[in-house]
C-alpha cells in the first residue's frame, strides 16, 4: 500500500498562488487514481479534485477554473496547483490514492495552508 507524503503548504498572500506536491513511496501510483482533499477548519473535509489513472480529471465546483491536478508516475509524485487563493483556502490540504473497486486506500499528513496578508 502507498504511503504519501505532502509538502509545498505554507504562507501565501491573497490572489497568490501555490503548488503542492505529494511523494508516494512502498508502490506505484500507476494503478491509483489520486486526489486532494482539504479540511478547513469547524468544516467537514472536502473534496478538490481527482485525477484518474487514465488521465481525467474532475474538479469540485470551488476549485474550477483556478486549480489543476497533475500527476508524474515516472517519479510517482502528484501536484496540485491552485491560483488566485484567498483567505477561504486556508485549510489542511491531504493527498489520496486509491486503487478502484478495490479497497486499497491511502491519505497523507496534511500540509498547512494559510491565505493572509
Known amino acids: 500500500q502507498v504511503q504519501l507524503v505532502e509538502s509545498g503548504g505554507g504562507l501565501v498572500q491573497p490572489g497568490g498562488s501555490l503548488k503542492l506536491s505529494c511523494a508516494a513511496s512502498?508502490?506505484?501510483?500507476?494503478?491509483?487514481?489520486v486526489g486532494w482533499s482539504r479540511r478547513i477548519p469547524g468544516k467537514e473535509r472536502e473534496l478538490i479534485a481527482t485525477?484518474?489513472?487514465?488521465?481525467?480529471?474532475h474538479y469540485a465546483q470551488v476549485a474550477k477554473g483556478r486549480a489543476t491536478i497533475s500527476r508524474d508516475n515516472a517519479k510517482n509524485m502528484v501536484f496540485l496547483q491552485m491560483n488566485n487563493l484567498g483567505p477561504e483556502d486556508s485549510a489542511i490540504y491531504y493527498c489520496?490514492?486509491?486503487?478502484?473497486?478495490?479497497?486499497?486506500?491511502?491519505w497523507g499528513q496534511g500540509t498547512q495552508v494559510a491565505v493572509t496578508s
Open positions: 485525477l484518474t489513472t487514465f488521465h481525467f480529471e
Open positions: 489520496h490514492a486509491r486503487v478502484v473497486s478495490t479497497t486499497v486506500s491511502s
Open positions: 512502498g508502490d506505484s501510483l500507476d494503478r491509483y487514481e
